[in-house]
């Protein structure tokens, strides 16, 4: 198995090198500046007490207050919440927000907890992590099997250990409780306004075939506003498993959603006789123009990436591509959107939340979306500028654009 961290590593060393970044602030960059691992006792409706392991990476600060979500996942380890905290340190850089840096996560599998326990487990990780967060300290967010409840209920707890109401220690919370209009969907909508642009540039033929992989928070609004947009939504997955379209026209994404809420999963969809099922696996291998990987790590990989027919990967998901996967798609010519852009729209709007919070104001969707896709599209076009000059893949160029930026801070520091 890749471990994430080495990849997030190897990638800061080459861009370090591809952009000319001094060696001390990559060598300040490959460590993480604090780490917190914690056991935290859950109590489970049998009366039993449970210990499970939960850890904060408070990556980098150099651009303000660590900010980053949290993972509730049976497999989250260490070098997992690590490799995620450098990411968001390389991508609120790209995005241009005054934030630093850092992803949390429980080692659960949350569907086998009712919502008591989890309400339990999170108030209590919300305890143990009082001292080292707060608005203008660290700034958690919603990640993988975590969603504005939980950070109702991180806000509330946090609000009652410091005693007072503190809405601005997390984004991402519900609408009555601070949360920002549009954050729901924001992380979708951001890595579609970056698509939009990309197809713009490359003139590449429409309609466009696309498959997600990962139909959750992410998977779902992108798929959505991509079916909306005209693209054939043609292949979808959750973890139990995938469904294709053979018939190329696509599916409807809010039908599929349904399905899923109705069922627990979108792998027995059968709206017709051409769609079949799909193994996670064959996803990236379909015969599709793009792919969108948005679940979890290591999804393409070197044995693979030489047989991906998709011309563009639009990275949703943190992480999906292998160092040794990135260089083979990248003689192949496959234009990869690298994660640090591509899913950047979530933290985009959570900064617009965390800032309202602050200011004691209310922004409307149109507002939000309307600053959202400003932000992406500048970084987009940023990061094009670097990589047509350069002659480098879009992820190096993203991973210059955030070392400038954070270079800058660094020399501010010392
Ligand atoms: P989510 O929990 O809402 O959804 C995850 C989806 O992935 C679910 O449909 C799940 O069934 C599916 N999945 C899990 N394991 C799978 C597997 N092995 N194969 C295929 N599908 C699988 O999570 P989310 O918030 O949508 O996050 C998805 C990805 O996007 C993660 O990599 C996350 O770090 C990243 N991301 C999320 C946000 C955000 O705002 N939520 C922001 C930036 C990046």
């Known amino acids: 198995m890749n471990n994430p961290f080495k990849v997030a590593l190897t990638n800061l060393e080459m861009a370090g090198k591809a952009g000319g970044i001094k060696q001390e602030i990559i060598n300040l960059l490959s460590v993480p500046q604090r780490q917190i691992e914690t056991n935290i006792p859950l109590k489970l409706d049998s009366g039993e007490i449970k210990l499970v392991r939960g850890y904060r990476v408070q990556y980098n600060n150099w651009r303000g207050p660590y900010k980053g979500g949290l993972r509730y996942h049976p497999e989250v380890d260490l070098d997992e919440v690590k490799a995620l905290a450098f990411w968001m340190t390389i991508k609120n850089a790209v995005i241009n927000v005054p934030f630093g840096g850092a992803k949390g996560g429980i080692e659960i599998d949350p569907k086998k907890l009712s919502q008591k326990e989890l309400e339990r487990l999170t108030r209590t990780f919300a305890r143990k992590l009082a001292p080292n967060v707060g608005p203008n300290v660290d700034v958690p967010a919603p990640d993988v099997n975590t969603n504005s409840q939980t ?146 790590e290591n999804v393409l990989t070197e044995e693979n990436a030489p047989h991906i027919s998709a011309k563009v990967i639009l990275e949703m998901a943190n992480g999906p591509t292998t160092d040794k996967a990135d260089q083979i798609l990248d003689k192949r010519k496959i234009l990869v959107v690298p994660d640090v852009l591509a899913n950047a729209g979530g933290v985009t709007v959570s900064y617009y939340e965390w800032y309202q919070n602050m200011k004691n104001q209310m922004w409307s969707k149109k507002q939000v979306n309307a600053k959202l896709k400003k932000a992406m599209v500048n970084s987009f076009e940023e990061i094009w500028e670097i990589c047509r000059t350069k002659k480098i893949s879009l992820r190096l160029a993203a991973y210059i654009l955030a070392l400038q930026r954070l270079s800058k801070e660094a020399t501010l520091l010392s």
Do not use: C
Request: hydrophobic residues 40%; aromatic residues 8%.
């Open 151 to 296: 950070m109702d209920w991180f806000a509330s707890e946090f609000s009652k250990v410091i005693g007072k109401s503190t809405p601005a220690v997390v984004t991402g919370k519900s609408i009555p409780n601070g949360g920002s209009e549009g954050r729901i969907e924001a992380t979708g909508l951001g890595g579609f306004f970056v698509l939009e642009e990309l197809v713009k540039k490359l003139k590449l033929k429409t309609p466009l075939r696309v498959a997600v992989q990962g139909f959750g928070n992410v998977g779902y609004h992108i798929a959505k506003l991509l079916q909306e947009a005209g693209y054939r939504v043609v292949a979808l997955s959750d973890s139990k498993g995938g469904i294709y379209n053979k018939d190329g026209q696509g599916f409807d994404v809010e039908d599929v959603k349904n399905y899923k809420e109705k069922n627990g999963s979108i792998s027995e969809y059968r709206p017709s006789k051409n769609t079949v099922k799909i193994a996670n696996k064959g996803m990236p291998l379909l015969q599709v123009d793009i792919f969108i990987p948005a679940a979890l």
